[in-house]
């Protein structure tokens, strides 16, 4: 038996929620679009919420044509597949075409299957213990000019070209070896991810959730509580609950003076997802 809780928000009223994610029985997949400042271009008449719903319904569509595929195989043809849904329109290989972090769950009789591709989450709790999984190779990259955003208040007028110098850097790294790696327009990028096979016994209890890291910040950032505690307060409260909390510190601190961060507030999802005997 699976049970699934799965919340999602904008970072703000005014923009639309960048993440997305599909759900398919046993398979869960979580993406989060890479927001481009409008001055750097990206080659596509879509944006980022189009490649990220897209990229999500397509990853479900190849997990039914082919279930017995690696998760990092469905990705793969879901990339491929995205790209192709705007090689008519759009330049799907010009440096800022849309991109995606991913994170990926599957349930098998007596295996969890997880991929998690970019800054996103995985916490996954069985018999074996706790474990986090999250890629942190952008963060190797630009390091300078991270902190340069970093160390101005959210406010300040400056900010935007610093943001939009950041995310131009970053491009020179993604998605080749030595920088990070990111569902875009390259299926091999699928292959890039974390992955890996957990086995489970027929009928264990195990928990797991699924973050984007606007969701994710609640512990790597603003230390609510540790990842085990994530998973407690999931279980009691639910995912809605996870997201209020982080918003509710955001606006405690709305010029990022105290938690240091690109976003005010981030686009957030949480999939909350527990096994348990029939
Ligand atoms: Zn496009």
Known sequence: MIDAHIATRPGSPQRPNEDSYAAVADLVVVADGATA???????CVHDPRWYSRELTAQAAAAHVRGPGASLADILSAAISATAAAHTATCDPNHPGTPSSTVVMLRARHEALDWLVLG????????????????????FRTNKDLREQVLSTAADDPERPARIAALVDAQRNFRNVDG???????DPSAAHKALAGTEPISAGTTWRAALLTDGASAAVDTYSLTDWRGLLDLLDAAGPNALL??????????????????IKRSDDAT?????????
């Open 37 to 43: 400042p409008p001055s750097l271009g990206t080659g």
């Open 119 to 138: 800054d996103a989450t995985l916490v996954l709790e069985t018999p074996a213990g706790l474990s986090t999984i999250c890629d942190d190779r952008l």
């Open 179 to 185: 920088g990070f790696w990111v569902a875009a327009s």
């Open 244 to 261: 209020e909390s982080v918003r509710k510190i955001e606006n405690d601190d709305p010029t990022a003076h105290r938690y240091p961060r």
């Open 270 to 278: 949480v999939a909350y997802l527990t096994g348990a005997p029939a």
